[in-house]
């Protein structure tokens, strides 16, 4: 079984910069692939970043590219998605997710494990 727990989220202006990171336990064949997604208030949950922790290829949406950066530390057994130029429409609850197989293939599908979440809040 794979556990996830997110942290790092909070409240920033436009423009600022966070840090979440997601800590795993379980084994690491398991969560080869890890994402970061998130959810808006009446929107559908979406894709943001994802890593496969093997190669370490990334992958991330195109309202992302440039300002967020997916990481992982496999000493620590945690993954982080640094986020940078933040902006209001950036606001959501961020989730992570692993799953044991990364394809390549869609980046953002079939994830069996995740976590609870992290509220981002971009206001001025």
């Known amino acids: 079984q794979v556990q996830l727990v997110e942290s790092g989220g909070g409240s920033v202006q436009p423009g600022g910069s966070l840090r979440l990171s997601c800590a795993a336990s379980?084994?690491?064949?398991?969560?080869?692939?890890m994402g970061w997604f998130r959810q808006a208030p009446g929107k559908e949950r979406e894709g943001v970043a994802a890593?496969?922790?093997?190669?370490?290829?990334?992958y991330y949406a195109d309202s992302v590219k440039g300002r967020f950066t997916i990481s992982q530390d496999n000493a620590k057994n945690t993954m982080y998605l640094q986020m940078n130029s933040l902006k209001p429409e950036d606001t959501a609850m961020y989730f992570c997710?692993?799953?044991?197989?990364?394809?390549?293939?869609?980046?953002?599908?079939?994830?069996?494990?995740w976590g609870q979440g992290t509220q981002v809040t971009v206001s001025s």
């Open positions: 997710a692993a799953d044991p197989f990364c394809s390549g293939g869609n980046w953002f599908a079939g994830y069996n494990y």
């Open positions: 379980g084994y690491p064949y398991m969560r080869r692939l």
């Open positions: 890593i496969c922790t093997a190669g370490s290829s990334t």
